[in-house]
């Protein structure tokens, strides 16, 4: 059974950091592109970045490049996401999602950027 389970999320100041993890299983981890999308109240879900299965291609969106860095670790079956930088425009519900010939949503985590 596909499984993908982020955590990380909460409340945080601007200026602040979080790390975001995507937790997966039941597939093959390292042949799925990895991505992270977010979804803002009354907003299209969109884009965050990207990363290939081998970590070695990123891409992101320009509203985060430069703050946002996304990471693997294939031998845990896991993606992170290191959000510098914070703005309350970061504000949204993040998911994970994995991508190949299939592609599969995790639940999501709630980023609040607020002081």
């Known amino acids: 059974q596909v499984q993908l389970v982020e955590s990380g999320g909460g409340l945080v100041q601007p200026g602040g950091s979080l790390r975001l993890s995507c937790a997966a299983s039941?597939?093959?981890?390292?042949?799925?592109?990895m991505h992270w999308y977010r979804q803002a109240p009354g907003k299209e879900r969109e884009l965050v970045a990207g990363?290939?299965?081998?970590?070695?291609?990123?891409t992101y969106a320009d509203s985060v490049n430069g703050r946002f860095i996304i990471s693997r670790d294939n031998a845990k079956n896991t993606v992170f996401l290191q959000m510098n930088s914070l703005i309350p425009d970061d504000t949204a519900v993040y998911f994970c999602?994995?991508?190949?010939?299939?592609?599969?949503w995790g639940k999501g985590t709630l980023v609040t950027v607020s002081s």
């Open positions: 990363i290939s299965g081998a970590g070695g291609s990123k």
């Open positions: 039941g597939f093959t981890f390292s042949s799925y592109f």
């Open positions: 999602n994995a991508r190949a010939f299939l592609s599969y």
